[in-house]
């Protein structure tokens, strides 16, 4: 089993910076995917980001150029930088891991971010 645990999710200004991080511990396999999803009241559940054990990453494209995954598969941490947020963002951001063979997702308690006008 995995599990995941975010911080960082605060209320902050249109045009603010936000950094979220993910820390995963368990079992924990060498080759994963991590990313970043985000839903808002309503809505739903949308992917913000993701990035491979390898550094390949992927970005919706309402976030793109504003958005940076990064991680540190030694520490098993996954940030993302969010600059020029906008109203728009505001959600619930949930950390999520895929891997194995099928794959199995596993998901964080979400963190609230909220962008005020």
């Known amino acids: 089993q995995v599990q995941l645990v975010e911080s960082g999710g605060v209320l902050v200004q249109a045009g603010g910076s936000l950094r979220l991080s993910c820390l995963a511990s368990g079992s924990i396999f060498s080759i994963n995917i991590m990313g970043w999803y985000r839903q808002a009241p309503g809505k739903q559940r949308e992917l913000v980001a993701r990035i491979t054990s390898g550094g390949t990453t992927t970005y919706a494209d309402s976030v793109k150029g504003r958005f940076t995954i990064s991680r540190d598969n030694a520490k098993n941490t996954v940030t993302m930088q969010m600059n020029s947020l906008k109203p728009e963002d505001t959600a619930v951001y949930y950390c999520?891991?895929?891997?194995?063979?099928?794959?199995?997702?596993?998901w964080g308690q979400g963190t609230q971010v909220t962008v005020s006008s």
């Open positions: 999520n891991q895929l891997q194995g063979w099928p794959v199995t997702p596993y």
